[in-house]
């Protein structure tokens, strides 16, 4: 009886680009953050695709600074304790 054949999938180079983009830009956030136990880094997995697709040729840390305090519709995944904040513009840039 032979053993079974290993199968592996090949490396999702295009996924690992992403995650790692979108990991940097979720912890400058934070380190921007005043108040970082309120951040939920969580919300980056529903914000940070997006933010991706729309950013991908940009430096993610950069792009974090300055995007700042404009979060959007996203505030409520990334702030779930926290009220709308009123230096939200609602947009995303």
């Not at 680009?17 to 136990?37: D, N, V, Y």
Request: no cysteine.
């Amino acid at each position: 009886m032979s053993l079974p054949e290993e199968t592996t999938t090949p490396p999702n180079h295009a996924l690992k680009e992403a995650l790692a983009w979108i990991s940097k830009f979720a912890h400058a956030w934070k380190a921007i953050e005043p108040s970082p136990r309120s951040l939920s880094i969580d919300g980056f997995i529903i914000w940070g695709p997006v933010l991706y697709e729309k950013h991908k040729g940009e430096d993610p840390v950069q792009l974090a600074r300055q995007l700042f305090g404009q979060s959007g519709k996203y505030f409520k995944y990334l702030y779930p304790d926290r009220g709308r904040s009123s230096n939200d513009s609602g947009g995303l840039t």
